[in-house]
């Protein structure tokens, strides 16, 4: 199959907002909302290309792939999705701890 494109900082924004819808415009809820869970329900394969987006908050990275993780998991995230982030090489890490602590407060409740 093939590998689907999202250009984040040309679909979505160039520079991310805040975890929730009513923090602002471009937040993490709203890209888990209307972009990683349709996506996922279609299972198609996607490279999330994260460069040139200016600086991902950690409440943007909580509220999109934090909530995805508590939602579903980080292994059925990495299934479909790849990240590529060039221009910031420590970004995937940050998306992994993210939904790593999502799953672990998720198996808390």
Request: glycine content about 12%; overall charge negative.
């Given at each position: ?69 508590a939602l579903h998991s ?36």
């Amino acid at each position: 199959m093939i590998r689907k494109v999202y250009r984040f900082s040309k679909s979505f924004a160039r520079f991310p907002g805040g975890r929730l819808i009513n923090e602002g415009p471009n937040s993490g809820e709203q890209f888990l909302r209307d972009v990683l869970l349709p996506y996922f329900k279609k299972g198609e394969p996607v490279t999330l290309d994260l460069i040139g987006a200016g600086g991902f908050s950690t409440g943007f990275l909580d509220g999109s792939f934090g909530e995805f993780a508590a939602l579903h998991s980080a292994e059925e995230f990495f299934e479909l999705f790849e990240i590529r982030a060039d221009d910031d090489p420590g970004l995937e890490d940050e998306i992994r701890e993210c939904m790593e602590r999502a799953e672990s407060e998720t198996a808390r409740r």
